[in-house]
């Protein structure tokens, strides 16, 4: 980060005056504000840029070179360079423009589970009809046989299709499909995004690049259970637990096709009551609104935190057979955790989970400033994961947080996951 190095033209003398530093901290008092809007957003800017003020003192101090002048002597150590950039850095809020994963067919044939499909199908053709038929009625009570015919047999197929799908996938003779890595979905950053630029170099990092592993990002999206009665949540063996669920980054639309490709584990099928609407009855098909995979085997994981990696296991994963559309809920699939550490939600940095049963995690944290934290996974000094966070003001005038992750891919960062606060109005 020698800044002064790389602008000292050749020939000229480095010596610079003593009030140089003071005089960068300062000369850019007053803000302003990209796009002139002071919002959540306040990114400072300054009306000079770094190369305008290394131009000046080109122009003004440079001079030639005597014969006993050493000019390495009057260059600033690197950690005095490091201090002044990180301290305005530090300062400069990240506004993150992310756009998404594009709409490929690494993405369908990620987020698509074929044996859910006729599931899905089902269901909406169901709900739809019977909602459909409330609102000619103007009632949620269907009293008239005739109602009853035209939609009972679509719930009865989609009912059908459940009961098909909870025995297929307990007997485990559900099909086994191929399945894209995480690390080859197309995330596609617009031209505002701004993530990038707060990012550390990345070192030649080959830890990844196999892209045998799946990646949850963490807090703020990771939230702590409560159990019922003031009860304890334990494990199969009877041991207390903490119990975790996520349902808001991403990667929570990819988790069930790729853990049931990489993993084929053992599951229990259960059904979960109604969902919700804002503008007709409950969502459901005798009943049930969600399907529950409770893995039988727990799948390990690591819990990335400030402290380290932290063991833990996956024991579910539920979709819901319709979105419920009601904004400030998630209609991504909900996912369970589960550990014997006592942890709480904000300790978990992200969710980590090695396809590789024997990997072994050492996991060392970097947390520079408050915008961004890199993390080291098998402690060779260079950085695998980084994270750049932001904040935004959401309709109702609370302050949302906006979340970026990355893995170092052969010394390039590379999005892992996203994650934004929902914006209940």
Same mark, same amino acid.
């Given at each position: ?308 990696? +932290?063991? #833990?296991?996956?024991?579910? =994963? ?5 979105? @419920?559309? /009601?904004?400030? !809920?998630?209609? &991504? ?54 994270? +750049?966070? #932001?904040?935004?003001?959401? =309709? ?5 947080? @906006?979340? /970026?992750?990355? !893995?170092?891919? &052969? ?15």
């Amino acid at each position: 980060m020698n800044y002064f190095r790389a602008v000292t033209p050749t020939g000229c003398s480095t010596t610079a005056p003593k009030f140089f530093i003071p005089a960068f901290a300062f000369v850019h008092k007053k803000p302003i504000y990209l796009n002139d809007n002071p919002g959540p957003y306040r990114i400072m800017k300054y009306r000079l840029t770094l190369i305008s003020i290394f131009s000046l003192l080109i122009l003004f101090y440079c001079k030639p070179k005597t014969d006993n002048e050493d000019q390495t002597t009057a260059i600033p150590p690197d950690s005095v360079v490091t201090e002044v950039v990180e301290a305005q850095l530090s300062a400069v809020k990240v506004k993150i423009a992310y756009e998404g994963v594009a709409n490929d067919s690494i993405r369908l044939a990620m987020e698509t589970f074929s044996p859910l499909h006729d599931i899905y199908t089902l269901s909406r053709q169901a709900i739809y009809t019977r909602d459909s038929i409330e609102r000619i009625r103007g009632t949620l009570e269907l009293s008239d046989l005739q109602d009853s015919l035209v939609f009972a047999p679509f719930e009865t197929k989609a009912y059908e299709a459940m009961l098909a799908y909870k025995k297929s996938m307990q007997a485990g003779t559900a099909p086994h499909e191929a399945c894209p890595e995480l690390i080859q979905l197309n995330r596609v950053t617009g031209t505002e995004d701004s993530s990038t630029y707060a990012l550390p170099p990345a070192g030649a990092s080959q830890l990844l690049t196999d892209g045998n592993f799946f990646f949850l990002g963490g807090r703020p999206f990771i939230y702590k259970l409560s159990p019922e009665d003031n009860a304890v949540y334990t494990s199969p063996d009877g041991k207390p637990e903490t119990r975790f669920e996520c349902s808001v980054t991403e990667n929570t639309n990819y988790l069930l096709k790729s853990i049931y490709h990489a993993r084929h584990p053992k599951t229990t099928i259960a059904f979960g009551p109604p969902l919700r609407s804002y503008d007709s009855g409950p969502q459901e098909v005798n009943g049930i609104g969600t399907i529950i995979h409770e893995f039988t085997s727990r799948i390990p994981l690591y819990f990335l935190t400030t402290r380290g990696a +932290v063991p #833990a296991h996956l024991i579910s =994963i539920t979709v819901k057979i319709v979105p @419920e559309s /009601l904004g400030c !809920v998630s209609d &991504q699939p909900r996912i369970e955790f589960a550990c014997a550490t006592s942890l709480e939600s904000e300790d978990i940095l992200a969710v980590y989970i090695p396809y590789q049963g024997d990997s072994k995690v050492s996991f060392t944290v970097n947390n520079p400033n408050s915008t961004v934290w890199t993390a080291d996974l098998n402690r060779d000094g260079i950085a695998d994961i980084a994270c +750049v966070s #932001a904040t935004f003001e959401g =309709i109702s005038s609370d302050t949302l947080a @906006e979340v /970026l992750w990355f !893995v170092n891919i &052969q010394g390039t960062w590379q999005i892992i996951d996203w994650g934004q606060d929902l914006d209940c109005t």
